[in-house]
């Protein structure tokens, strides 16, 4: 496979973790449509590997969300600023403590605009559990899911 079609597939995952936290795009189909494409033009055992841990990581994810209280995305916190607060939390979270980072950083971003907006620790921290509550654990499980296939492309891009 050559570095063009990496580059593109590369930036399908990017639009699709960037659309995970967008309102009505389908990002985790895109990450998912992105492995399958690499793996198709690449077809080593590492890049099939790959792309079925995807399916089963988005199946896994889609179930847990399922199970989660039926709530939707309110349009009193689904903010721009909150949306880039929470998903740059929930990457540096990843990278910082590798994995198990991304939740409490997906929860701080959250918190850190709120305590920018709000300005108080105690309004901040009901504004992060109201935002939690009205869809922020069914963004966060996707956006994991789709953290986690990113990860494991890159390592069987470098290392496989």
Do not use: N
């Not at 009193?76 to 939390?89: H, I, K, T």
């Not at 921290?125 to 869809?135: E, H, L, V």
């Amino acid at each position: 496979m050559g570095a063009w079609d990496l580059l593109l597939a590369g930036l399908v995952i990017l639009l699709g973790l960037c659309g995970v936290l967008l309102p009505g795009v389908p990002g985790s189909w895109l990450v998912w449509a992105a492995i399958l494409w690499w793996a198709l033009k690449d077809p080593r055992p590492v890049a099939w590997g790959v792309l079925v841990g995807a399916t089963v990581a988005l199946f896994l994810s889609q179930v847990v969300r399922w199970t989660l209280p039926p709530r939707r995305l309110r349009t009193d916190w689904v903010d721009g600023r909150v949306l880039a607060y929470a998903g740059a939390g929930s990457f540096l979270g990843f990278v910082l403590v590798p994995v198990l980072g991304a939740a409490p950083g997906f929860v701080a971003g959250i918190y850190a605009v709120e305590r920018i907006r709000l300005g108080r620790h105690g309004e901040a921290a009901a504004a992060t559990r109201t935002a939690m509550r009205a869809g922020g654990w069914s963004l966060l499980t996707e956006l994991f899911a789709c953290q986690l296939i990113t990860a494991a492309w890159l390592g069987a891009v470098f290392w496989g």
